[in-house]
């Protein structure tokens, strides 16, 4: 059995930042790649930004430049540094992780970007 658990979602001014956290324990052998992804009320689940095992990152080109993506293996948790943010970054934020044969969802985290 593996459990996500995300963190750090708000409600945030235009151009403030926040920082999500999404952390997988149990029966974990070994995890691959990590991403956030986003869903916004009527729209699809899109990714924001992923990172490989090996550190490579990808980003949405919506995020490029403000959003910043990191793990850290020891503690298997996966982190999302959100600057600059707009309010059309306002969503759930998803984190999804890779362990062994499958990808594990969180439960979703509210961010909202509004004065």
């Known amino acids: 059995q593996v459990q996500l658990v995300e963190s750090g979602g708000g409600l945030v001014q235009p151009g403030g930042s926040l920082r999500l956290s999404c952390a997988a324990s149990?029966?974990?052998?070994?995890?691959?790649?990590m991403g956030w992804y986003r869903q916004a009320p009527g729209n699809q689940r899109d990714l924001v930004a992923s990172?490989?095992?090996?550190?490579?990152?990808n980003y949405a080109d919506s995020v490029k430049g403000r959003f910043t993506i990191s793990r850290d293996n020891a503690k298997n948790t996966v982190y999302l540094q959100m600057d600059s943010l707009k309010p059309e970054d306002t969503a759930v934020y998803h984190c999804?992780?890779?362990?062994?044969?499958?990808?594990?969802w969180g439960q979703g985290t509210q961010v909202t970007v509004s004065s």
């Open positions: 999804n992780i890779g362990i062994g044969t499958r990808g594990y």
């Open positions: 149990g029966r974990i052998f070994r995890i691959y790649g």
């Open positions: 990172i490989t095992s090996g550190g490579s990152t």
